[in-house]
């Protein structure tokens, strides 16, 4: 996938943000009503440090475009649940767009699982201040232009560095085309990702058509490439391990 496409996918996946770029003053008072809501804001060291001792687990997916069956969605995210048990981390784009829904379902999870000690966190741009982001215990917030939510630093997605540094793992309920390009990194770094496709990963089509009319070259699965060289290969590259 082209740099240029990469851009694209990365701007405005939220809706309007504002032309201006966030403020300190604007920061800060989001900040504070973050802390109102027991939502530490920390620099990227801070959840690093954050993370020692717990088993990190990135989750990647679908944003804007969301998911066709949410419901089914919430059972695939129960299931990562139980299968990794408490002293867990999970850290996604910290609003609750598509795959965000996780920080919602995460607590009841927990509860219907008898698990005591997971904690989620977050990783987004500082355009966030203005659409929201969801309760979780940690978040980080990148500056970034208007209308750009990617979370690069120094060539590096944080998304990625935080499982590399913190000897992690990402799984991606599919995913667009950020997800496409974070997955190739993640592999560069050896990270180990994992894949979930099938019933429950669907976007919803309604937005993928909408995408689509306002961009006919829209990258609607950046997963595709990596689940199809699964498929091509009998061992080594099999991303498509669910949970084990």
Same mark, same amino acid.
């Given at each position: 996938?082209?740099?240029?496409?990469?851009?694209?996918?990365?701007?405005?996946?939220?809706?309007?943000?504002?032309?201006?770029?966030?403020?300190?003053?604007?920061?800060?008072?989001?900040?504070?009503?973050?802390?109102?809501?027991?939502?530490?804001?920390?620099?990227?060291?801070?959840?690093? @440090?954050? %993370?020692? /001792?717990?088993? +990190?687990?990135?989750? =990647? #997916?679908?944003? $804007?475009?969301?998911?066709?069956?949410?419901?089914?969605?919430?059972?695939?995210?129960?299931?990562?649940?139980?299968?990794?048990?408490?002293?867990?981390?999970?850290?996604?784009?910290?609003?609750?767009?598509?795959?965000?829904?996780?920080?919602?379902?995460?607590?009841?999870?927990?509860?219907?699982?008898?698990?005591?000690?997971?904690?989620?966190?977050?990783?987004?741009?500082?355009?966030?201040?203005?659409?929201?982001?969801?309760?979780?215990?940690?978040?980080?917030?990148?500056?970034?232009?208007?209308?750009?939510?990617?979370?690069?630093?120094?060539?590096?997605?944080?998304?990625?560095?935080?499982? @590399?540094? %913190?000897? /992690?793992?990402? +799984?991606?309920?599919? =995913? #667009?085309?950020? $997800?496409?390009?974070?997955?190739?990194?993640?592999?560069?770094?050896?990270?180990?990702?994992?894949?979930?496709?099938?019933?429950?990963?669907?976007?919803?089509?309604?937005?993928?058509?909408?995408?689509?009319?306002?961009?006919?070259?829209?990258?609607?699965?950046?997963?595709?490439?990596?689940?199809?060289?699964?498929?091509?290969?009998?061992?080594?590259?099999?991303?498509?391990?669910?949970?084990?």
């Amino acid at each position: 996938m082209g740099k240029a496409r990469t851009k694209l996918a990365a701007r405005d996946i939220h809706g309007a943000a504002g032309r201006d770029r966030v403020s300190d003053d604007e920061f800060s008072a989001f900040s504070a009503t973050l802390r109102a809501r027991r939502v530490e804001v920390v620099e990227y060291a801070g959840l690093l @440090a954050a %993370a020692r /001792g717990r088993k +990190v687990v990135v989750l =990647g #997916g679908y944003s $804007s475009l969301g998911y066709k069956d949410p419901s089914a969605l919430r059972a695939l995210v129960g299931g990562l649940l139980s299968s990794r048990g408490d002293k867990a981390l999970y850290v996604a784009g910290a609003t609750g767009a598509g795959i965000g829904a996780a920080y919602r379902w995460i607590p009841g999870l927990c509860a219907e699982l008898g698990l005591k000690d997971v904690k989620t966190a977050g990783i987004v741009s500082k355009n966030a201040c203005r659409v929201g982001v969801e309760d979780q215990d940690f978040v980080v917030f990148v500056d970034t232009p208007p209308g750009d939510w990617s979370v690069v630093v120094k060539g590096k997605s944080l998304m990625v560095s935080i499982a @590399a540094d %913190a000897e /992690g793992e990402m +799984v991606y309920f599919r =995913g #667009g085309a950020i $997800s496409g390009d974070e997955i190739a990194e993640a592999l560069a770094r050896n990270v180990r990702v994992s894949i979930v496709d099938g019933p429950g990963t669907e976007p919803d089509p309604r937005m993928v058509d909408a995408m689509r009319a306002l961009d006919a070259e829209f990258v609607a699965d950046g997963t595709s490439m990596f689940l199809e060289a699964c498929a091509r290969q009998s061992g080594g590259m099999d991303l498509r391990r669910s949970f084990g």
